[in-house]
């Protein structure tokens, strides 16, 4: 949960408001209808839509999701799992009163235990979160390079070696080299794929 939770409210931060929620809907899907964490994740990811769809001018939708969002939110606690949901709700309710206040400014941030937490911010585990997120958002990166990387990654961890973790945490955190890291990444996995490809079944 807390990794999905972070990794979420990262992307949100960074701007990737439709990814945002992936990070957050498979394991919402897992929890008990109606459970605090439920209701929890179902505002947020409501919350992410609302903006989302405010940012396109899509007034209705914002403002049908704003309502929708608050009601998942109204009987939690704040803060709940280390984010200020007052501050989500105030934001909501902004929302519902003026959606073109998100094309005057930067939509509101998301808070984790105080801190704006962005994938610069990440440690390994929830940047791989991310990273798989944003190579199902994009078609443009495929998620099985991304998912060999990442696990190439988890083989360094604790080692001196630290390639693929870099590139991954790259990919996570830097949209505007994303592009050059993912190519990079891509190379060193075919390369590495190949050298197994090529001692496999020498010695049956």
């Known amino acids: ?8 409210v990262a992307l949100y931060n960074d701007g990737e408001h439709h990814a945002a929620h992936d990070a957050w809907e498979d394991h919402w899907l897992e929890l008990e209808k109606g459970s605090d964490d439920e209701q929890f994740l179902h505002g947020l990811i409501q919350f992410t839509a609302a903006i989302y769809h405010a940012r396109r001018g899509n007034w209705s939708g914002a403002t049908g999701l704003a309502e929708s969002a608050t009601e998942y939110l109204t009987a939690l606690p704040t803060p709940y799992r ?40 990440l440690d390994f585990d929830v940047a791989a979160v991310a990273a798989a997120v944003i190579a ?4 443009r990166y495929d998620e099985a390079v991304v998912d060999a990387g990442i696990g190439f990654a988890r083989e360094e961890l604790g080692g001196a070696q630290t390639r693929y973790i870099t590139f991954v945490m790259d990919f996570a955190a830097d949209a505007v ?4 890291i993912y190519q990079r990444l891509a190379e060193h996995v075919e ?14």
């Not at 390369?191 to 049956?204: C, I």
Request: overall charge negative; glycine content about 8%; proline content about 4%.
């Open 1 to 8: 949960m807390d990794d999905a939770l972070r990794a979420g």
């Open 82 to 121: 280390g984010v200020d949901v007052d501050a989500v709700r105030t934001s909501l309710r902004s929302l519902r009163s003026d959606p073109e206040r998100i094309e005057r400014g930067r939509p509101p941030a998301l808070t984790v235990d105080g801190d704006v937490l962005t994938a610069r911010d």
């Open 136 to 139: 199902e958002e994009y078609d």
């Open 177 to 180: 080299h994303r592009d050059i």
């Open 191 to 204: 390369r590495r794929e190949q050298r197994a490809n090529d001692v496999t079944g020498l010695f049956d």
